[in-house]
């Protein structure tokens, strides 16, 4: 798919991934509509991306409230889910078993939020012409290779990014007739405000454990991913790993 000029949608475009992800798709000629429950952060970041960038506060998990969004916003050809949450929490820890209630939000922000997006841009894309392409519309999810590799801790988030990879496949074949293409990215470790909230307990044995180069990802190097899924025509229902041949251990 061309994207310049099309509108796309980034969800957790206030940060890290889906923020650097907006620059270079903005940079490629696209207006972007970056989506976050974090106001004041997502307006900065719209900002600073000048004309081609909109921002909207909404959280990813508001059925009524993401379908309206994307309503008003017209024309829409792309969409890029990025909002995500991360937890460090064992099945059973010093103090019992997992909240269940802890399992749950990571789910519903991660896999379910993720879900809702794409059913509705998924609506709105069945609504353009067709390209030269016979394209309406592509849709990216970021899952992680802790849907993989998950490591201790990570039952909650590696269920929910799981998730993301199984719905992959079927939400590109439920698409297809469309003219709506599916793919998800699995990261590794990422420079972005999430992994540098962890300790460096937790980063130093992962760059050890990263092939090459031995550095975390440029969140740059995750938005060149998405431009080029968007602009690849032939890529469909697929997850991609981009981790510099990081295989995670259990710790
Ligand atoms: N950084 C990494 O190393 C890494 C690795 C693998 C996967 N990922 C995934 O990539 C995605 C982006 O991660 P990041 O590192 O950029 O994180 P980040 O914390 O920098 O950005 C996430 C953004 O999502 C927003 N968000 C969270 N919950 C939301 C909700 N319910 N509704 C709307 N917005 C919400 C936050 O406000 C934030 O702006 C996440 O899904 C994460 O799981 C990141």
Excluded: W
Excluded at 78 to 83: E, H, Y
Aim: aromatic residues 4%; contains cysteine; proline residues 4%.
């Amino acid at each position: 798919m061309h994207i310049a000029g099309k509108l796309v949608v980034v969800t957790g475009g206030a940060s890290g991934l889906g923020y650097a992800a907006a620059q270079v798709l903005v940079a490629a000629g696209a207006r972007v509509a970056l989506i976050d429950r974090d106001a004041e952060r997502v307006q900065a970041a719209a900002l600073s991306l000048g004309s081609a960038a909109q921002a909207y506060v909404v959280d990813v998990v508001d059925a009524q409230g993401v379908s309206d969004l994307l309503a008003a916003l017209g024309q829409l050809h792309g969409l890029l889910n990025c909002a995500g949450i991360g937890t460090a929490s064992r099945t059973v820890g010093k103090q019992g078993p997992m909240p269940l209630q802890l399992f749950e939000q990571v789910v519903q922000v991660n896999l379910i939020g993720s879900f809702n997006l794409a059913r509705c841009a998924a609506a709105r894309m069945a609504l353009n012409e067709v390209d030269e392409q016979g394209e309406r519309g592509v849709i990216i999810h970021t899952a992680s290779i802790a849907a993989y590799e998950g490591q201790v801790g990570q039952v909650a988030y590696a269920a929910s990014k799981g998730g993301i990879v199984g719905m992959t496949l079927p939400m590109a074949r439920d698409l297809a007739g469309l003219g709506i293409r599916v793919n998800t990215i699995a990261p590794g470790i990422f420079d972005t405000p999430l992994m540098q909230a962890a300790s460096e307990d937790v980063r130093r044995p992962l760059i050890a454990a990263t092939q090459f180069p031995k550095r975390l990802g440029e969140p740059r190097e995750f938005g060149e991913l998405a431009l080029h899924i968007m602009q690849n025509s032939f890529l469909n229902g697929e997850v991609l790993r981009i981790d510099g041949g990081l295989r995670m251990p259990a710790r």
